[in-house]
Structure formats: structure tokens, C-alpha cells
């Protein structure tokens, strides 16, 4: 039995001016048929040399890696008739980077884990199943590196790998 | 010669909470000696089912790739010795959904590039050299899949790979 298969395209722009310090402005589109735009702005800290007028730039895309997970847990936990009411998410980004002599330093990613708290009477496996297709339709998980971003369910008071 | 080899961690940390449709409340922290929060919520517009009172969770990460990109090549043009003026970056980001019957859909990456226009006087060859030293350093771009990002510079009126 042969199943359909349907595609789409979701596509982002942006165009961000930098005239100095640390300060980004960046305007940020959505294209196709939900179209909206964004002012989201990005600043160093008075740290790092800038004057912390705006969100860092991790800032935005720790709000979207988390966001964006919890969406797909929303849509996801309805498309597969699995109740689940308040959906809480704690994530951690860690980085390090790496300096060698006075070279310009490179990053890398340590550790991205999105700790996931579903309420309501859905079973463990249930939830496992949300969070399992939820990990896959994420746009953002889909273009990190395999294998870097770790799952946990928060079962009881206890939270276990998924 | 053996050269001296540091190190230093990232860390970010967010909170989020969805209590019915598609609106994510996020708090986001900066960890560390320079620690900053912000209240970055996001929603789906009415198209998907949401209210539209945020930006979408992947338009934070469209802003968190372009300026983190932007704040490397501010960094490491002055580091590496480069005179750039103004920084402007246009950055499109391309994702392809994948649905089989009535299965939630799956998600991949197909096209992320940064057109990078340094102002100053630098050479094209020492506009390359921040071009490398940024991608390398951008937090963002470290955890992305190999070979997904893409930049081009400007270089009169053409733009080319680098």
C-alpha cells in the first residue's frame, strides 16, 4: 500500500547592519502564505565591549531552539490524539571554544539538552511518542549535528532519557 | 614552539511554558560573568492555529544565525588587523518538511546562506580571511550540520563563494 507524500518549504530571511560596536540591527522575514516580520536586534554585553542594548545573539537562538520544540510538541501531541495540557521545557545550551596562541578563537558545541515536563493523563509512552516525532519536525533540531541535542521526560519526580 | 591553549564555555539556559495553543512563553539567560535575560516568547500566526502575538520560534533562530555571524566578523576584523566599516548581512534559510500519509511530518535543512558585504578598504583576500575566521568562531554555524551554511561576499557589484 503505497502512501501519499507531500512536501512544503518554509523559508526565513533576514537582513541585519552592523555600523560599529557590537550592535545588530536585524529585520527577520518569514516568507510564503503566513508571512511576518520582525525587528530582533542583537548586542554584547558591556563584558564583551558592547552596550547591551538588545538580546545576544545566543539569546535568540536559545528562545528558538526551545520554542520551536515545544511548538511541534503542541501540534504533534494533537495530530496523535495524545492528551497533554501545560508543556513545560527547560533547555541548556553549552559551547566552548578554543584559543590557540593569539588565533581567533573556534567554537564548538559541548552539550543541548531540552528537559521536557508534559502535564496531563497521557501514559510515559504516550508522551515518549510526542516527543520522539515532535525531536523530528523540529526545524532546528533537523539542522544541528546528529546526535547533539539530548531529551529528557520528566516522569514523577524522576527525569529519564528519551 | 609550542603555543599556549585556552578555553572558555558558553552557556545558555531557557524556560518555557505553552498552556493551550501556540503561544511559548521563553525566558533566556546568559550563564557566566557577563549574564543577561531576556523575555523572548514566541506563537504561530492564525495560519497555523496560533494568535500571532509573537514572533515565530524560527525567526529567533534566523536572528540568532545572522547576528551571531555579524559579531564574529565585528570581533575578528579588528582581532585579525582588518579595517571594516560597515557589515551588512543577508542570510536565507531553507527548510523542507516531508509528510507520509497522515504520519506527523519530518523536517530537514536545504539552504542556509549568509551574503556577507564588508565596507573599508580591506583586501578581497583579507575580507576572506574574516569571512573564515567568523564561521569558525560562530557559535551557531559549530552546531549546524557540515557543509550546510554557505557564505558569499560581495565583491563589486558579484557576489562569491567563500
Redesign the interface.
Known amino acids: 500500500m503505497s ?17 560599529s ?2 550592535r ?1 540591527d ?1 529585520h ?1 522575514h ?1 516568507r510564503g ?2 508571512p ?1 516580520s ?1 525587528f ?3 548586542d ?5 565591549g558592547g552596550d ?1 542594548t538588545a ?14 520544540i ?7 501531541s494533537k ?2 490524539g495524545v492528551p497533554v ?17 593569539a588565533a ?7 552539550e ?1 539538552r531540552l528537559d521536557i515536563d508534559l502535564h496531563g493523563d497521557a501514559s510515559v509512552e504516550d508522551k515518549k511518542r510526542v516527543i520522539d ?2 525531536g ?11 546526535g ?1 541535542v539530548k531529551h529528557r521526560l520528566k516522569v514523577g519526580d524522576e527525569w529519564i532519557d528519551v
Not at 104 to 110: D, F, K, Q, R, T
Open positions: 502512501e501519499t507524500v507531500t512536501r512544503f518549504d518554509v523559508v526565513f530571511e533576514a537582513e541585519g547592519k552592523n555600523t560596536k557590537f545588530n536585524c527577520v518569514m502564505k503566513a511576518r520582525d530582533l536586534p542583537s554584547e554585553g558591556p563584558f564583551h547591551g538580546p545576544y545573539p545566543l539569546g535568540y537562538f536559545t528562545s528558538g531552539l526551545t520554542t520551536c515545544m511548538t511541534q510538541l503542541r501540534s504533534f495530530k496523535l495540557t501545560d508543556i513545560l521545557v527547560d533547555c541548556r545550551c553549552h559551547w566552548q571554544a578554543t584559543q590557540v596562541g581567533p578563537y573556534e567554537s564548538e558545541g559541548v543541548f516525532a515532535a523530528k519536525g523540529c526545524f532546528v533540531e533537523a539542522i544541528l549535528k546528529p547533539l
